[in-house]
């Protein structure tokens, strides 16, 4: 009956709305409901702050951004169109018969910032939607001459209308999170105790949360809300992307985020970040690695327990020193502001040239010719405590940690989410235990390093062995330069990887006198083909030959698929996730997934993170997500998204895409007859 009711009162706004529109229509000072004045400062660095002035009639109101079960948030159409920031002053809530809305019922002034490009006239039109026993929507056209300079006392006049919009700091603290079926339970803490609180959220797209049943004990306030989407039908709470909430407490009110993630203890998210390091050495970008890790117990063969515990308690300590290196970058940003994700260096055409260097050097310790050493000091410290190329070992463990970040492992994602919006001291616990969870291995061979006399014999099969693994090595430097190919571009890239990998070659070629001639050759035929396709090659076309049709990612691509009543598979990739590939082949181009991507009611959006975007940096923000791979199905039976896990399973795409067919829920389907 709500939903009823609600339907119809949005008919009767949009026939007003209608009403306005037509030709003739007075738009007289008498016949609105509200008066409305605009204030405008100088133009500068491409936008102009305003102040809008809203005073609806005596027993009139308007609303606010999430205006709940009624009315609409103020638009402004700008002609052309301009981009243009809200600052929404804290709002008030309206009960009446079982409906519940968010707004203002007195004056009102919202700051607002908007993009000029450069005009010295901004013409729009205003959009209120009004009401009282009955509603209305009133238009209001605005003519702002710029070139006037600003309004007089502007600057006083924004800074009192700032200090009614909600900060995003204050005493205010989110104590728990908790998400039971179609129930979301908040708690929240306050040094100066509760009076008569009040709780808004925004509501995520699809989904509708009702106003909070709250209870105050002591210093903390519970709130709990029930989730919907549009049609009123329960949702999972614990499906619900980060919350933006409004508390109101007498003449105070902040602006508050809610992680749904953080229902977990720090325990239980210490707990999963272990297992998150743990499986993180069984990824397939961690598989380059692979060669270090049997190098290193293929070395330890002979060697003495003593050796061989200093030796892998090095390699655990060089994990372990990299992830605390990471924390400390991610902190940094942090604090400068900016969103990272896990994985966010590989972005870095330096950093990526950087590893390309680190896995060639690594390719001639492999093949045994240059020893890897730490700083002499250190070297002769680590050595007395016990054995050689303990340097050596702590950089295999680096090396290893800075080859993982591109990697989303299950409970990886988890731990790494939740570190990123902790307090800072968390972030580094965390980080902490990711690395004790990753070296895992490391130190379970130190603990026992009987371990390495279990291996066979040294014999013919240790040459054999050794050659396998510089070549995998070698295959992790070529793929590390195939990134750099889009940045710096196919010619430059093969000239420079053809002298790393000869030179390389000649060296091998020095060392092995026996071999020295075929190898000579080998050199020669990598510089001639490297040369040859550099200069001979056509440049790529850009587009590849996918047999998906993938359309680019956008906030307007979803909602615009939404509205159309389709199915939206988002994907979100970057050329250096080793993970997205092995979805991309193991899952994505199976034949029968590709028949179900590419019927016509479904939508693919992909989204491309190997270079900086605001706008994936938004997305995976607004969905919980620490980094990529990223996918979720999107449809009208869940317009919220439900995210896939980072590994994707051709039953779980399957299934998941299924369900978001609306036409294919029981409910629907019983409406329909």
């Given at each position: 009956?709500?939903?009823?009711?609600?339907?119809?009162?949005?008919?009767?706004?949009?026939?007003?709305?209608?009403?306005?529109?037509?030709?003739?229509?007075?738009?007289?000072?008498?016949?609105?409901?509200?008066?409305?004045?605009?204030?405008?400062?100088?133009?500068?660095?491409?936008?102009?702050?305003?102040?809008?002035?809203?005073?609806?009639?005596?027993?009139?109101?308007?609303?606010?951004?999430?205006?709940?079960?009624?009315?609409?948030?103020?638009?402004?159409?700008?002609?052309?169109?301009?981009?243009?920031?809200?600052?929404?002053?804290?709002?008030?809530?309206?009960?009446?018969?079982?409906?519940?809305?968010?707004?203002?019922?007195?004056?009102?002034?919202?700051?607002?910032?908007?993009?000029?490009?450069?005009?010295?006239?901004?013409?729009?039109?205003?959009?209120?939607?009004?009401?009282?026993?009955?509603?209305?929507?009133?238009?209001?056209?605005?003519?702002?001459?710029?070139?006037?300079?600003?309004?007089?006392?502007?600057?006083?006049?924004?800074?009192?209308?700032?200090?009614?919009?909600?900060?995003?700091?204050?005493?205010?603290?989110?104590?728990?999170?908790?998400?039971?079926?179609?129930?979301?339970?908040?708690?929240?803490?306050?040094?100066?105790?509760?009076?008569?609180?009040?709780?808004?959220?925004?509501?995520?797209?699809?989904?509708?949360?009702?106003?909070?049943?709250?209870?105050?004990?002591?210093?903390?306030?519970?709130?709990?809300?029930?989730?919907?989407?549009?049609?009123?039908?329960?949702?999972?709470?614990?499906?619900?992307?980060?919350?933006?909430?409004?508390?109101?407490?007498?003449?105070?009110?902040?602006?508050?985020?809610?992680?749904?993630?953080?229902?977990?203890?720090?325990?239980?998210?210490?707990?999963?970040?272990?297992?998150?390091?743990?499986?993180?050495?069984?990824?397939?970008?961690?598989?380059?690695?692979?060669?270090?890790?049997?190098?290193?117990?293929?070395?330890?063969?002979?060697?003495?327990?003593?050796?061989?515990?200093?030796?892998?308690?090095?390699?655990?300590?060089?994990?372990?020193?990299?992830?605390?290196?990471?924390?400390?970058?991610?902190?940094?940003?942090?604090?400068?502001?900016?969103?990272?994700?896990?994985?966010?260096?590989?972005?870095?055409?330096?950093?990526?040239?950087?590893?390309?260097?680190?896995?060639?050097?690594?390719?001639?310790?492999?093949?045994?010719?240059?020893?890897?050493?730490?700083?002499?000091?250190?070297?002769?410290?680590?050595?007395?405590?016990?054995?050689?190329?303990?340097?050596?070992?702590?950089?295999?463990?680096?090396?290893?940690?800075?080859?993982?970040?591109?990697?989303?492992?299950?409970?990886?994602?988890?731990?790494?989410?939740?570190?990123?919006?902790?307090?800072?001291?968390?972030?580094?616990?965390?980080?902490?235990?990711?690395?004790?969870?990753?070296?895992?291995?490391?130190?379970?061979?130190?603990?026992?390093?009987?371990?390495?006399?279990?291996?066979?014999?040294?014999?013919?099969?240790?040459?054999?062995?050794?050659?396998?693994?510089?070549?995998?090595?070698?295959?992790?430097?070529?793929?590390?330069?195939?990134?750099?190919?889009?940045?710096?571009?196919?010619?430059?890239?093969?000239?420079?990887?053809?002298?790393?990998?000869?030179?390389?070659?000649?060296?091998?070629?020095?060392?092995?006198?026996?071999h020295k001639e075929n190898l000579r050759s080998l050199v020669f035929g990598v510089l001639f083909g490297a040369g040859l396709y550099a200069f001979l090659a056509p440049q790529p076309q850009g587009k590849d030959d996918s047999p998906l049709n993938w359309q680019p990612l956008s906030e307007a691509a979803l909602s615009e698929a939404l509205n159309a009543r389709k199915r939206v598979l988002v994907d979100i990739t970057a050329d250096w996730c080793l993970n997205c590939r092995v979805n991309e082949v193991l899952v994505l181009h199976r034949p029968e997934v590709i028949a179900a991507l590419n019927r016509d009611d479904v939508v693919l959006l992909q989204g491309n993170w190997s270079q900086?975007?605001?706008?994936?940096?938004?997305?995976?923000?607004?969905?919980?997500?620490?980094?990529?791979?990223?996918?979720?199905?999107?449809?009208p039976a869940i317009p919220q998204g439900h995210v896939l896990p980072s590994l994707l399973s051709k039953d779980a795409l399957l299934t998941t895409l299924m369900s978001a067919n609306a036409a294919t829920s029981p409910d629907f389907t019983e409406e329909k007859q």
């Open positions: 009956m709500k939903t009823f009711f609600r339907s119809l009162w949005f008919l009767l706004f949009s026939l007003s709305a209608a009403s306005a529109a037509v030709p003739g229509w007075s738009m007289k000072p008498e016949n609105s409901h509200a008066q409305v004045h605009v204030w405008h400062d100088a133009p500068a660095e491409g936008k102009v702050r305003l102040l809008l002035d809203v005073t609806p009639n005596e027993g009139w109101k308007t609303y606010w951004r999430t205006p709940g079960d009624g009315g609409f948030r103020p638009v402004i159409a700008w002609e052309p169109q301009a981009k243009t920031q809200w600052h929404w002053p804290r709002p008030v809530r309206f009960d009446s018969a079982g409906f519940s809305s968010v707004g203002y019922d007195r004056r009102v002034v919202f700051p607002l910032d908007v993009a000029t490009d450069e005009r010295q006239r901004l013409r729009g039109k205003l959009t209120l939607s009004l009401c009282s026993t009955l509603c209305v929507v009133n238009t209001f056209p605005l003519d702002i001459n710029l070139a006037t300079g600003p309004s007089a006392q502007f600057a006083d006049a924004w800074d009192n209308a700032m200090r009614a919009v909600p900060p995003d700091n204050g005493p205010v603290a989110v104590k728990s999170v908790a998400a039971d079926n179609d129930t979301l339970t908040v708690k929240l803490t306050s040094p100066e105790g509760w009076s008569q609180p009040d709780l808004f959220p925004d509501n995520p797209t699809g989904v509708n949360l009702s106003s909070p049943q709250t209870a105050i004990l002591g210093d903390t306030l519970t709130a709990r809300f029930n989730v919907s989407d549009s049609q009123g039908k329960p949702l999972e709470a614990s499906g619900l992307p980060p919350l933006s909430l409004l508390v109101s407490d007498g003449a105070q009110s902040q602006q508050l985020r809610v992680d749904i993630s953080s229902s977990t203890t720090l325990w239980q998210i210490m707990a999963v970040a272990l297992a998150g390091g743990l499986i993180l050495n069984l990824m397939p970008c961690v598989l380059p690695v692979l060669g270090i890790k049997l190098a290193s117990l293929m070395t330890l063969a002979e060697s003495s327990r003593r050796q061989t515990r200093v030796r892998f308690l090095a390699t655990a300590a060089g994990i372990m020193f990299s992830f605390l290196v990471l924390a400390a970058v991610i902190t940094g940003l942090r604090l400068s502001g900016a969103w990272i994700g896990w994985g966010f260096q590989f972005q870095s055409p330096w950093f990526i040239a950087a590893m390309v260097l680190v896995t060639w050097i690594f390719c001639f310790s492999l093949a045994g010719l240059l020893e890897i050493r730490l700083p002499s000091a250190l070297s002769t410290r680590l050595a007395t405590a016990g054995g050689n190329g303990i340097g050596g070992s702590f950089l295999e463990g680096a090396f290893a940690t800075l080859l993982a970040t591109p990697c989303t492992a299950p409970f990886l994602g988890t731990a790494v989410t939740f570190a990123l919006a902790a307090p800072v001291h968390q972030l580094w616990l965390i980080f902490l235990v990711l690395g004790l969870g990753m070296s895992l291995p490391w130190l379970a061979i130190s603990m026992v390093p009987g371990v390495a006399r279990w291996l066979p014999k040294p014999g013919p099969w240790m040459g054999k062995l050794r050659l396998g693994l510089v070549l995998l090595m070698l295959g992790s430097c070529i793929w590390l330069m195939s990134l750099l190919v889009k940045e710096w571009g196919a010619r430059y890239v093969l000239i420079g990887g053809g002298l790393m990998v000869a030179f390389f070659l000649f060296r091998c070629a020095k060392a092995m006198p026996n900086p975007s605001a706008e994936i940096e938004r997305f995976l923000r607004r969905y919980g997500a620490s980094g990529i791979p990223f996918n979720a199905v999107f449809g």
